[in-house]
Structure formats: C-alpha cells, structure tokens
C-alpha cells in the first residue's frame, strides 16, 4: 500500500511546480514588455559630454543646448559655423534642397538636416534616435506651453510644430504628428535650432528696396554694375583694383591663367572680395563646362563633356554633374558658371561646339540641359544658358569670325530656340546671347547686338524676364567688323543687361566710357540703365552674393564624387 500511494504523490507535486514555473515566467515576460514600451536612454553625448540618465533629462539638456545654437551629438552652431566646417567634418551631403528660409542639406548617416543663411549654418535639425523618444507631454512639462504652435501637412504628413523663443535670436521648435485620440500624447519626429542669421552684406542697404538701391547710385555705378570684366594675372594688380574701386565693375570672369591652383585661386578670389565695396558684391564667374572646357585649377578630376553625358542620357546624371559643378566653383568662392551649352550640334563641320553639345535633337539637349542646369543652381551658383540663340548650326568660330546662320524665326522655334524656352520656362535666371548673324531677322547686326533677337524674341516672345549677358564682346567676331565701343552701346540699346569684356584692361576702359558718353548724349536713356542694374541687383539678391571669404577647398571629396558618380553612370 505504502508503494501505491507514493506512486500518486509524485506526479502531483510535478503538476503544481510546473505551474509556479510557468506563471513565474509569464509574470516575468510582461515586464519585459513593459519595459520595453517605455525605453530609458542612458547613454553618453561624446560632443557635450553630457549624460542623458532619463528622457526628461534629454528633454531638459535640448532646451539649455538651444540657448547657444547647439543640438546633443552635433558639433556645429547655428548661426555661427560656415558651409567649410561641416563639409570638412561630415564631407559631401547625400541631398540639397531650397526652401523658402534657404538651402538644406541632407545628412543621412548622421540623420541630421543642416540649413544655410548664405555659407552660414543657420538651422540643425535632428532626427537622432533618441530624440525620438521624447513625448509632448514631457516637452511641455520641462519647456510648458509653446511661444507658437505651426502646422505642417502633406501627402505624407499631418504634424504639429512647437516653438519656442530661446531668444531673441534663436527658436527652438519640436515637431511632433498631430495628436488622436489613438495616440493623444505622440512622440518627436525630430527638432530644429533656428537662429535668425544677420547677412555679413550692409543690413541697411539689404533692407532698402531696389529702386531706393538704385536711385542712391550714381551713373558710374550703375554702368560698372553692366559691366563684367576679365582681368590679368594671378593676383591683383593695380588695373584689377582700378577696375574694382574706380570702374566699380559688377563682376570678375576668371581664366585658365588666373588660377594656377587651389591655394593661389582662393587667395586671388579673396583678395577680390577684400578690395570690393560690401554694398555690391561681385559676380565671379568662369566657363567651366566639364570636358575641355575647364578654367578651374589642377588637381580636379574632370567631368565628361556634354556630348558623353547625352550618350549615357539620364536626368539624374546630367543633374549629379552639373550639382559637382557648382561644388566646385563653391569650394573656390565663385558664384556664376557660364553653362550649361544648350546648341544642339546639328552640324558636324562646327568647330567650336561639337562635343559640348548634348547631342543632335532638341528633345535631348532640353531634358539634360536642364537637369544640368538645376544640378549647379542646386548649390546656390548661378547657372548660364548658352549660347542664344543657338550655335550649333554654324561653321565658323566667333572667336575668329562672325558666324552666319541662314535660318528664319519659324525654323528657329522649329528647332534651335526649343532647349532655351524649356529652360527659361523651367526657371533660367541668365542667358548668353551669342555673336552670330541671322540675316533674316537682323542682316546688319549680330544677335549680341540685335534688338530683333534680344527685345523682340529672347524678352517678349520667349518671355525672359532675367538677366541677359553679351558672350565676349573682345572676340574677333565683334571686333573685326565693329568698333567695340560702338558694339557695347548697340548690344545695350538693344536690351542686354550685362556687358562681357573678357581681355585687356583698356577694352573695359573704352567700353565704360562709351556707355557713360551714350547715356549723358540722351542715345541711351538712364531709365534704360536702371532697368538693367534692377536685374542684375535682383539677380545678387537672389542668390545671396556676398564678400564672404572661403578656406581650403576639398579637392580630395570633391574628387571622390567624381569618381563615384563616373563609376556609377560611364562604363
């Protein structure tokens, strides 16, 4: 009997423990679960050396961060770091876009957005993990209630932004979804430090409008403003000073001669800017197209001519070039390329286009024109469209001689015009008006100098209401058929803005004193100068030109782009 009982007993005392084990389990798995609902950031800030014990602790070390422009983990302030800062620390961003209050980038592996008033940082956002656990109730418990409360909705958004007004200067705001009544206490989707940055430019003169700009200018000023010279040398000498301080000259086209490299183009550019008056930066330009037509200095890996970018013929290609064109001219403190060429190479004879051309067809040479285009203006440089009204049909070099094109308007519209209207519908701020002959629609002047093709086509029937600028008035194309003098006073009566005297100091000279002598004989009214100041001075305003100095250029990133992009895109 004693063995029979004993045999019963086991099995029961094996049932019970399996089931305290089971419920001790099943107690334990659930506050793992609810622990896990609810992380705790402990972890150090190797930037600020701060230690987030809690996410009212992070909530806390955000808002005192705000005071001087900082963010946790992000080294750099808004309103104080320049554009070389962080593309020395974090290198090339992975996207650029504009927006009403400036220019962001995209940093992905740092999962921050970093904005610019000009070359200075003035907005961080942050995407950090960690912020990301941080509730509305916890902002408003550490922060209370917000100076102002925005709203943010799109196909893909529905969100609330709290701000608040660090100080006079610098916002905080923290944006967060819109609260439901599935989740009415949501969590940070990431936060921005905006400081309201002032504009090294005069904050006076900035805030006057342009007429008032304008009419505080004297003629001299005014003209030089329409002036954009070239200059000798590799430094600046007494004649690049003169044109600078008593020509007032609107801007600068730099040569292959000019910048030998890096480290003498940067300090020749910025002893530029030094010598300039603040009030009206300068236009610093230079054709720097990719293939064989480069003038930057040495060092650079080059980008394929336009030709090879048609054959690979992909918008996101020509858009990734023409963004590294205007890395590059950046990294030297330029501000204007002359490109992209929007010719169709409609001719094999031509001798001075041919594989600067995207390709034979209008349709091409539009879509990747453009992307091009947009790619350079994508790093705030001002893009060129050229050259107007199409040089590809030709068979003679204006550098040497005056090319003729035998081509009426309808056949123009037909063909050559179809690249420059889609891009200035598409948001072109300058064209280049070419010196070519169109017999049947000006058979005494060049389209540099018609006011058929300039006026009546390129303004009221292309409907172009930026700024229009000469090719070089000091090529053999102008100057073994006119007296530049003369040439610059036409092109002018006819409605260019921006007159490009790309050689010798004493070309500059004469074509300043002809246009002051023009316009104090009545051949061109004053109002007519001012129409064009009021372009180029919009033109300035637009992309923020200022004096502003630069460092060292990255050559190596740059370069490292480059060579990816031919990677990716050339086989």
Same mark, same amino acid.
């Given at each position: 009997?004693?063995?029979?009982?004993?045999?019963?007993?086991?099995?029961?005392?094996?049932?019970?423990?399996?089931?305290?084990?089971?419920?001790?389990?099943?107690?334990?798995?659930?506050?793992?679960?609810?622990?896990?609902?609810?992380?705790?950031?402990?972890?150090?800030?190797?930037?600020?050396?701060?230690?987030?014990?809690?996410?009212?602790?992070?909530?806390?070390?955000?808002?005192?961060?705000?005071?001087?422009?900082?963010?946790?983990?992000?080294?750099?302030?808004?309103?104080?770091?320049?554009?070389?800062?962080?593309?020395?620390?974090?290198?090339?961003?992975? /996207?650029?876009?504009?927006?009403?209050? *400036?220019?962001?980038?995209?940093?992905?592996?740092?999962?921050?957005?970093?904005?610019?008033?000009?070359?200075?940082?003035?907005?961080?956002?942050?995407?950090?993990? $960690?912020?990301?656990?941080?509730?509305?109730?916890?902002?408003?418990? %550490?922060?209370?209630?917000?100076?102002?409360?925005?709203?943010?909705?799109?196909?893909?958004?529905?969100?609330?932004?709290?701000?608040?007004?660090?100080?006079?200067?610098?916002?905080?705001?923290?944006?967060?979804?819109?609260?439901?009544?599935?989740?009415?206490?949501?969590?940070?989707?990431?936060?921005?430090?905006?400081?309201?940055?002032?504009?090294?430019?005069?904050?006076?003169?900035?805030?006057?409008?342009?007429?008032?700009?304008?009419?505080?200018? @004297?003629?001299?000023?005014?003209? *030089?403003?329409?002036?954009? %010279? =070239?200059?000798? =040398?590799?430094?600046?000498?007494?004649?690049?000073?003169?044109?600078?301080?008593?020509?007032?000259?609107?801007?600068?086209?730099?040569?292959?001669?000019?910048?030998?490299?890096?480290?003498?183009?940067?300090?020749?550019?910025?002893?530029?800017?030094?010598?300039?008056?603040?009030?009206?930066?300068?236009?610093?330009?230079?054709?720097?197209?990719?293939?064989?037509?480069?003038?930057?200095?040495?060092?650079?890996?080059?980008?394929?001519?336009?030709?090879?970018?048609?054959?690979?013929?992909?918008?996101?290609?020509s858009y990734k070039v023409g963004a590294i064109l205007g890395e590059e001219l950046k990294?030297?403190?330029?501000?204007?390329?002359?490109?992209?060429?929007?010719?169709?190479?409609?001719?094999?004879?031509?001798?001075?286009?041919?594989?600067?051309?995207? *390709?034979?067809?209008?349709?091409?040479?539009?879509?990747?024109?453009?992307?091009?285009?947009?790619?350079?203006?994508?790093?705030?440089?001002?893009?060129?469209?050229?050259?107007?009204? *199409? /040089?590809?049909?030709?068979?003679?070099?204006? /550098?040497?001689?005056?090319?003729?094109?035998?081509?009426?308007?309808?056949?123009?519209?037909?063909?050559?015009?179809?690249?420059?209207?889609? %891009?200035?519908?598409?948001?072109?701020?300058?064209?280049?008006?070419?010196?070519?002959?169109?017999?049947?629609?000006?058979?005494?002047?060049? %389209?540099?100098?018609?006011?058929?093709?300039? @006026?009546?086509?390129?303004?009221?029937?292309?409907?172009?209401?930026?700024?229009?600028?000469?090719?070089?008035?000091?090529?053999?194309?102008?100057?073994? /058929?006119?007296?530049?003098?003369?040439?610059?006073?036409?092109?002018?009566?006819?409605?260019?803005?921006?007159?490009?005297?790309?050689?010798?100091?004493?070309?500059?000279?004469?074509?300043?004193?002809?246009?002051?002598?023009?316009?104090?004989?009545? $051949?061109?009214?004053?109002?007519?100068?001012?129409?064009?100041?009021?372009?180029?001075?919009?033109?300035?305003?637009?992309?923020?030109?200022?004096?502003?100095?630069v460092g060292s250029a990255n050559i190596e990133g740059i370069n490292q782009s480059i @060579? @990816?992009?031919?990677?990716?895109?050339?086989?």
């Amino acid at each position: 009997m004693p063995k029979k009982r004993s045999s019963r007993v086991k099995p029961l005392v094996l049932i019970i423990l399996f089931l305290f084990l089971a419920t001790f389990a099943a107690i334990y798995a659930v506050g793992l679960y609810n622990r896990g609902k609810e992380p705790i950031v402990e972890e150090t800030d190797s930037n600020n050396n701060n230690q987030f014990s809690s996410v009212d602790a992070l909530v806390r070390e955000t808002f005192s961060l705000s005071k001087e422009g900082k963010v946790a983990r992000i080294s750099f302030i808004s309103g104080r770091t320049d554009w070389n800062e962080v593309n020395k620390e974090w290198g090339k961003s992975n /996207h650029i876009s504009e927006a009403t209050k *400036g220019r962001y980038e995209e940093y992905e592996n740092h999962r921050a957005v970093i904005g610019y008033a000009g070359n200075i940082v003035n907005d961080i956002r942050s995407y950090d993990y $960690e912020l990301q656990t941080i509730s509305l109730n916890k902002i408003k418990k %550490a922060g209370g209630e917000p100076d102002e409360v925005r709203f943010y909705k799109d196909a893909t958004h529905d969100q609330i932004i709290l701000v608040y007004h660090i100080t006079n200067a610098i916002e905080l705001s923290w944006i967060l979804p819109k609260s439901t009544e599935r989740e009415p206490n949501p969590k940070v989707d990431h936060i921005s430090v905006y400081t309201k940055v002032k504009n090294k430019l005069d904050q006076q003169q900035k805030a006057k409008s342009i007429s008032e700009i304008i009419s505080g200018m @004297t003629l001299d000023e005014k003209i *030089g403003q329409m002036i954009l %010279a =070239g200059i000798s =040398g590799t430094t600046v000498d007494a004649n690049t000073q003169n044109l600078i301080t008593q020509y007032k000259v609107g801007g600068i086209i730099f040569y292959k001669n000019n910048l030998v490299n890096s480290e003498q183009a940067i300090q020749l550019v910025n002893q530029i800017k030094s010598v300039n008056a603040p009030n009206l930066p300068l236009l610093l330009s230079v054709d720097e197209e990719g293939g064989r037509i480069t003038r930057l200095p040495s060092g650079l890996v080059n980008l394929p001519p336009n030709q090879q970018i048609g054959v690979v013929n992909s918008r996101q290609f020509s858009y990734k070039v023409g963004a590294i064109l205007g890395e590059e001219l950046k990294s030297f403190g330029l501000n204007m390329d002359f490109a992209p060429v929007l010719d169709i190479n409609s001719n094999p004879n031509n001798p001075v286009i041919g594989d600067r051309s995207f *390709g034979d067809n209008a349709k091409l040479v539009s879509k990747l024109g453009i992307q091009t285009m947009k790619g350079i203006q994508s790093e705030n440089i001002i893009a060129t469209i050229k050259h107007f009204p *199409g /040089h590809g049909d030709t068979s003679v070099d204006s /550098h040497l001689e005056l090319p003729i094109v035998n081509k009426s308007l309808k056949e123009l519209k037909e063909f050559e015009l179809i690249p420059f209207k889609h %891009a200035i519908d598409d948001g072109a701020d300058v064209v280049m008006v070419a010196h070519i002959l169109l017999p049947q629609l000006d058979p005494k002047n060049p %389209a540099s100098m018609s006011k058929t093709v300039i @006026t009546d086509v390129l303004r009221n029937q292309l409907g172009f209401k930026g700024v229009i600028i000469t090719d070089d008035m000091t090529m053999r194309a102008v100057t073994d /058929h006119f007296d530049i003098g003369r040439a610059v006073v036409e092109s002018i009566k006819s409605g260019s803005d921006i007159i490009l005297v790309g050689h010798h100091y004493n070309n500059v000279v004469e074509t300043i004193s002809s246009l002051r002598s023009a316009v104090q004989k009545g $051949e061109i009214p004053e109002q007519r100068i001012n129409e064009s100041v009021a372009r180029i001075i919009a033109l300035k305003r637009k992309y923020e030109i200022n004096n502003s100095k630069v460092g060292s250029a990255n050559i190596e990133g740059i370069n490292q782009s480059i @060579t @990816t992009l031919l990677n990716e895109y050339v086989k």
